[in-house]
């Protein structure tokens, strides 16, 4: 088994500072800022909410050649990607690849906080994009 460990869930928002303050209200949770170095690839900001151990990210792009920017290009606010917590990205990538399932990298990226991040395309995965990241247990 790959994981079972939901990391948290990314959701994609064109308007980043609206969608921040009304999450804020309904969860009563205070965001922090994630800003484009915070992420594996450059063209992201975000809104990371801390909620009882679980991370609910809001992401946004001005850049439409990024991934969200093409997403929301395409879909509009929304459901983006689900993060799966693994202890070593690549070894997780290898899992993957010996059951059919093609990881986007050859090799884990950087993410937030310097963590090694993966991920599986959504056409793998029934229209939902999978992060994993390495988690230290």
Known sequence: ???????????AVADLDHWTRKYELVLGVKSAPVAEEGFAFPGLTGSAF?????????????????????????????????????????????????IGVAPLLDQAARGEHHQAVNFVHPKEMAGVQIELIEVPE
């Not at 991934?67 to 929301?72: I, T």
């Open 1 to 11: 088994m790959l994981s079972n460990v939901v990391h948290g869930i990314n959701i």
């Open 50 to 98: 801390d909620i009882g151990g679980f991370k609910l990210n809001l992401i946004s792009s001005d850049d439409p050649t990024t991934s969200v920017g093409r997403f929301l290009s395409r879909s509009g606010d929304g459901f983006f990607l689900l993060s799966l917590a693994v202890p070593d990205a690549d070894e997780a990538s290898d899992q993957l690849r010996k």
